[in-house]
């Protein structure tokens, strides 16, 4: 299983990003998809996640109006709509696969089994 993350980069407050996360070497139409991050010195937290049919989706409070998630299980990508970034939003930006077993994607990083390696994201004031 391997899920590779890129779309990362530096960009000013009020600015937008689209993180892509490929996968491979699992039936990614049968995973629900999150994206959690990680701040220097914090611990990682939930930002969204997306059932196995793209019919569910949920998001931290922090996020909300601000991020969308999708995905298109043609192509085994799972993307993060990342729109009026804030200095707050400056994380290392994980993708990761969880087994789904209903239609209601778990927002429980422990639940998710297999994780992509990250990518930066750097908001500047």
């Known amino acids: 299983v391997q899920l590779v993350e890129s779309g990362g980069g530096l960009v000013q407050a009020g600015g937008s990003l689209r993180l892509s996360c490929a996968a491979s070497g699992l039936p990614f139409s049968l995973f629900a998809m999150g994206w959690f991050r990680q701040a220097p010195g914090k611990e990682r937290e939930f930002v969204a996640v997306i059932s196995w049919s793209g019919g569910n989706t949920y998001y931290a409070d922090s996020v909300k109006g601000r991020f969308t998630v999708s995905r298109d299980n043609a192509k085994n990508t799972v993307y993060l709509q990342i729109n009026s970034l804030k200095p707050e939003d400056t994380a290392v930006y994980y993708c990761?696969?969880?087994?789904?077993?209903?239609?209601?994607?778990?927002?429980?990083?422990?639940?998710?089994?297999?994780w992509g390696q990250g990518t930066q994201v750097t908001v500047s004031s």
């Open positions: 990761a696969a969880s087994l789904a077993k209903t239609e209601v994607p778990s927002t429980d990083s422990r639940r998710y089994a297999n």
